[in-house]
Structures are given as structure tokens and as C-alpha cells.
């Protein structure tokens, strides 16, 4: 782990708080979840639900997970054995990849990659095999080769990581991608991993379809995903794995020697929400389109070539129209400059020359933050940048 330091969210962050910047780096929104959620969630502590769960997770929000996979997606999961409850998406993504993953085993991942994938695939010993999303110019979306994405699968390839929809290009994959990844997997008897924290924040009528929906793949993937987006709670850190059984065991033995249990009175808030606040989660995924389209038109008008974002809280922006050749270069000099903070691109890939022109600006805040920022950068921009 000597390579890895600190996280560049933790970095960003901390330099936007050192210059008063707005904080476009990390992805958090700046406005709460629905009101019933939170007062559930206090009711519940107050009234004593404060000492550990079970380890599997309590039994009302595993049943709540089944239930939605089944009404969204008409994925029918076993609550007890097939539906795991993990301190964030991140303990489960970590669980994931260090119960399957063996010393020397490959996995394939697509750059940019969230930096947590990293770690995890180095701390089970894993080799990471990177297939590159490149924009299509035609669409401005991020998309890959399929002959990339077969030559990076060899003998020793155990799984197939897959972020949908995709932190930080913002690319939701359509069912084309899908099936490409899916007949891989079928091919060569892969597992596939499944990173779907922003399922329900898709933009301009566009569907996540989950990967375990598609032939033959119920069996061989687990999905991921959590609270903290589908209801803007993100210090709640509590998530959740579904799929097959001996999947999910094999990632139960090795959470509960992490951090077997998360917080019980937060999951029977959640579980109560999941089944409730629907209305509030369409709400949230059509205002964040708005933001979305607010910030990108900013971005724009500041000198930024904006790729198209369908998904996620993220738009990725192109620095070379204004005379730059390193998103990193930009993004640290943006807080001390300009007062606004981002993200360099290039951190999240292997290959860095394929991200290094791209910063990452995080759209999930109070209108009157977006134009902040942008006007801070348009003032920027005509100071010479």
C-alpha cells in the first residue's frame, strides 16, 4: 500500500477548505435526505437500537433490498442468503474482492476506476487488467472497445469489476455494453462485481440495467450498492451485496472478521425509506439533472470542453481548450486561483495519458454553489487562466 498515500478526495478537500474554495472535488451533496429518514433514524436510536445488529444485517432491511430489486428489476433474492448488509458500498466492494480474489488472479477493470478498486484488488493480491472508456465524439459519452475488453481477459482473469452507473465519466452502460460484458463473463466463466451506487440517478429518460438481469448472469454476479446516494445520506455509510448464495457467504466470511455489523438503527430507517420514499428518490434524480445541466453550461461558458455525464454526480471536463495540458496542473491550481476545487482525472486510471487532459467537477450542490463556482471560474478564465 506504500504506493497509495493519501486519497485525492481527502487532498482535494482539505485544500478547499486551506482557501475558502468551492468544494466541486468530492462527491457529496450539501442538502439531506428525505425528513422521514432522518427522523426514523433518530426515533430508532432513542429508542435504544444501539448495540450491534446482526451480522448479516437487520432482517427488515435485508427484506426491503429483496423487495426493490424484485419491483425495479424483477430480481428475486432470498433476504437471508442472498442479500448481505456491509458499512457502505466500500466494505462491500472491499469484501468482495478479497473473498474471491487470490494471490495472482487478474481483474479486469474499466479506467477511469473509482481509486478504492485499486487498493482492494492490491491488498488480495490481485492484478488489475484496465480497459479504457474513451469518449465517443460522435455522443461526447464514454464507452470502450469490445476488442479491448476481450484481449484484457487471459487464463489467469478471476473477475470483471463494473461501475454502472460510471463514477467519474458518468457513462450509464446501455444494453449493448451490458451484453458485451456479459457474454465475456459467459465465455470464459468470470465473476463479475457490480458497482451500483448511482442506479437511481440516471438522466434524460435513460435505465440502469442491472448486469445480473441478463442471461446467465444471475448466477455469477454480485451487485453492489448503498443509501448514501439513493437518499443523500453519505456519512451513513451503510450498504448492501446481493446474488447468488455461495457468493454472498463467501463474502459474509470475510466482513464479519472486518467490520461485521453496521449501524442497526440507520438500516431500519432505510429499510422503512426503500419502501416509502419513491417519490423523494425521482425527485432527487430529476433536480440533480437540473444541476447537472447548470453546471454544464457554466463549465462551458468558463472555456471547459464538457463531456456528456448520464449518470452520477460527476461531469468530466476537458482542460486543453484553455491552453492546459494536465487536468492535475488545473485542478491544483484551481483552488488558490480561482477558489473553486476539482478532481484530476488522471488519478483515476492506470494508464494516466488517457486521463490526463480531464478534471472532474461534482454537480450534487445548492444551486447558489454552482453559479458561485462558475462565476469564479469564469472570472478566472478572463484573467488570462
Known sequence: MRTYGETIFAEMTRLAVETESVNLGQGFPDTDGPRSLLENASRHILEGVNQYPPGPGRPELRQAVSRYRSRHYGLDLDPDTEVYVTVGATAGIAASLLALVERGDEVVVFEPMYDSYAAMISLAGGVRRPVALRRDDATGRFTFDPAELRAAVTPRTRL??????????????????LAEIAAVCRE????????EVYEFLTFDDRRHIP???????????????????????TAWKTGWVSGPEPLVRAVRTVNQFLTFSANGALQLAIADAIDNEGAWVEHQRLTMQGKRDRLAEGLSGAGFDVDVSEGTYFLMADVRPLGYLDGEDVARALPREAGVAAVPAKVFYDHQDEGRHLVRFAFCKKDEVLDEAVARLKRWGENGA
Open 160 to 177: 470483471i469489476m463494473v461501475n454502472t452507473p460510471h463514477n467519474p465519466t458518468g457513462t450509464v452502460f446501455d444494453a449493448e455494453e
Open 211 to 233: 448486469l445480473a438481469t441478463l442471461p446467465g448472469m444471475r448466477e455469477r454476479t454480485l451487485s453492489i450498492s448503498s443509501v448514501g446516494k439513493m437518499f443523500a445520506v
Open 188 to 195: 470464459h466463466d468470470l465473476i463479475a462485481v457490480t458497482d
